[in-house]
Each structure stands twice: as C-alpha cells, then as structure tokens.
C-alpha cells in the first residue's frame, strides 16, 4: 500500500514546491504556453505567433475564437491545456498570492508563545507561594485541549470565535 501512495507523495511534495514558489509558477505557465504553442503549431500546421497566441488565449480560457484547433491532436492538446491551467496551474497561482495577503498580524509567533508560557510557569508558582504563606489551597488547573485542536469538541466556528484574536508585542 505503501508503495502505491508514493508517486502521490511526490506529487503532493511538487504541488507544494510550486505552490510556495512564484518564481515558478510564473516560469510554469510561460512554459506550458511555449510548449502547447510548439505543439499546436506542429499539429495545426499554423505560424508560431498564431499557436502562441492560441495557447495564450487557451489558457486563460477566453476563448476568442479566431484560431481554433481542426485536427484530433490539437482538440486533445487543447483539452489538455485548458484542464491544467483551470485545474491546477490558475488555482496554485491564485491561492499563493491570497496566502501571501491574508497574513494575521495579530498571532503570536512561536518565541512569544513560550515567553507567554514562561511567565503564566512564573505567575503560577508565585500564587502558589503566597497561597501557601496564607495557608490558602489554590486548586489544581483544568486540563483542557486547545480551542483550535482539530479534534475539539466545538465546532470548527465556535473554536475560531473562542480562541479571540490577540495583539503581537512589538
């Protein structure tokens, strides 16, 4: 089973590859234009500036209708085209540059996460200590799972809502 996931795998690991690198998603879709325009031209037995112009117009699924492919080789390559760009190559562009604007200044990072920790480990013990001075029981904190824990007993929008939004110390 292991064996048959693997190619998945790494086809996951590339998508994420592109998906993390504007450079190459760019180069990508230059790329695939280039290549389908060759393809195309070859095919339908048009000029280069016409096939590239048809695989422009392809890919970004506009469609004119000026050039379009007569032969079974260029309908397949047109399918083809149009697929992985509507499939795969607009959406991993789209979703890099709205990961890139939907940034929460407001969450802590993980260096300010410990420091917080640190200090409720400092404030615990001291109230602790006053407690004991004062012959005061404080009682045991509750174990609880984190608010955002896929596995939390609230649902997904209770646990967002609870979890609040903090300031980040600057």
């Not at 190459?24 to 095919?43: D, K, N």
């Not at 000026?66 to 397949?76: A, L, M, Q, Y």
């Not at 190559?89 to 917080?116: M, N, Y």
């Amino acid at each position: 089973m292991e064996l048959l996931l693997l190619p998945f795998r790494w086809i996951y690991r590339g998508l994420v590859w592109f998906a993390n690198s504007p450079r190459t998603l760019i180069m990508s879709y230059l790329l695939m234009i280039v290549v389908a325009g060759v393809l195309y031209s070859h095919a339908e037995r048009k000029s280069a500036a016409d096939s590239v112009w048809w695989a422009v117009v392809t890919a970004s699924t506009v469609g004119y209708g000026d050039i379009s492919p007569t032969t079974t080789e260029g309908r397949v390559l047109a399918a083809l085209l149009i697929s992985t760009m509507v499939l795969l190559v607009i959406p991993l562009i789209t979703a890099h540059f709205a990961s890139r604007l939907i940034v929460d200044d407001d969450a802590f990072e993980h260096d300010e996460q410990e420091e917080l920790k640190a200090d409720v480990r400092r404030l615990r013990a001291l109230i602790e200590e006053l407690a004991a001075r004062q012959g005061i029981e404080v009682p045991e904190p509750e174990r609880r799972e984190p608010l955002n824990a896929p596995g939390s007993a609230a649902p997904l929008w209770e646990r967002s809502a609870r979890s609040g939004r903090r300031r980040r110390r600057r």
